[in-house]
């Protein structure tokens, strides 16, 4: 365990919530920040609360509308009909909010900055990334470096996830003893739906098959 406090970028997805628990392990102390950013089902706000404080972490929720209104997205424009797949001749689909990761990253370096923190964790994948360009490896590298060169620090970003598929998160999730609550309580659908969510959207069936593969291994 490292004897430092770590703060968590917390959504209260799937994801991020394994991130949580998997830093309670290694760190000594754990702190978590929410972003509140135009998106259309902010349950997932009220939801990340909830499992902080069950996790018994210290957590605060930021309000950043403007990267909701920067770009043209399903996930913060109710009017548009979210994509099942990327379309034919662009290289994301329309749920990828631009720079969002980029500016949540950056945020989160300052809060954690002004309160004596280094190490933040973040859930992104290469794996999983379902074409979203700032959940590379190469992304958060770059990112890492600049935080140190833009604020003189020694930040460090920690993506416990970034080489695992959904099944392998499900299992680091079982290992940590958070199955069922990352099953029940987490909001991963862009839907907006809990636990299970509708079945249907890309998250939901991302999260779906990665838990029957790793069921099936058992």
Same mark, same amino acid.
């Given at each position: 365990?490292?004897?430092?406090?770590?703060? @968590?970028? &917390?959504?209260?997805?799937?994801?991020?919530?394994?991130?949580?628990?998997?830093?309670?392990?290694? &760190?000594?102390?754990?702190?978590?920040?929410?972003?509140?950013?135009?998106?259309?089902?902010?349950?997932? =706000?009220?939801?990340?609360?909830?499992?902080?404080?069950?996790?018994?972490?210290?957590?605060?929720?930021?309000?950043?509308?403007?990267?909701?209104?920067?770009?043209?997205?399903?996930?913060?424009?109710?009017?548009? @009909?979210?994509?099942?797949? =990327?379309?034919?001749?662009?290289?994301?689909?329309?749920?990828? @909010?631009?720079?969002?990761?980029?500016?949540?990253?950056?945020?989160?370096? @300052?809060?954690?900055?002004?309160?004596?923190?280094?190490?933040?964790?973040?859930? =992104?994948?290469?794996?999983? &990334?379902?074409?979203?360009?700032?959940?590379?490896?190469?992304?958060?590298?770059?990112?890492?470096?600049?935080?140190?060169?833009?604020?003189?620090?020694?930040?460090?970003?920690?993506?416990?996830?970034?080489?695992?598929?959904?099944?392998?998160?499900?299992?680091?999730?079982?290992?940590?003893?958070?199955?069922?609550? =990352?099953?029940?309580?987490?909001?991963?659908?862009?839907?907006?739906?809990?636990?299970?969510?509708?079945?249907?959207?890309?998250?939901?069936?991302?999260?779906?098959?990665?838990?029957?593969?790793?069921?099936?291994?058992?």
């Amino acid at each position: 365990m490292i004897n430092e406090t770590a703060l @968590v970028v &917390f959504s209260g997805g799937q994801d991020s919530t394994t991130c949580l628990f998997w830093a309670k392990r290694e &760190f000594k102390d754990v702190c978590a920040l929410s972003f509140r950013y135009g998106q259309k089902h902010e349950r997932e =706000v009220e939801l990340a609360g909830d499992i902080a404080r069950r996790a018994g972490v210290e957590w605060e929720a930021l309000d950043l509308p403007l990267v909701g209104t920067l770009g043209h997205n399903a996930l913060t424009d109710a009017s548009m @009909v979210m994509d099942e797949r =990327v379309p034919e001749g662009q290289v994301c689909p329309n749920t990828f @909010v631009p720079g969002r990761n980029l500016f949540f990253l950056s945020v989160a370096a @300052v809060w954690a900055r002004e309160r004596g923190i280094r190490h933040i964790v973040t859930g =992104v994948s290469q794996t999983d &990334f379902s074409g979203y360009p700032d959940c590379r490896d190469a992304f958060i590298k770059s990112l890492n470096v600049t935080l140190d060169l833009a604020m003189d620090a020694q930040f460090v970003l920690h993506t416990p996830l970034m080489w695992l598929d959904k099944a392998q998160t499900w299992a680091l999730a079982d290992e940590l003893g958070v199955l069922d609550l =990352v099953r029940r309580d987490t909001l991963t659908c862009y839907n907006g739906i809990p636990g299970d969510g509708c079945g249907h959207c890309p998250a939901c069936k991302l999260r779906r098959e990665g838990l029957e593969k790793y069921l099936l291994s058992l």
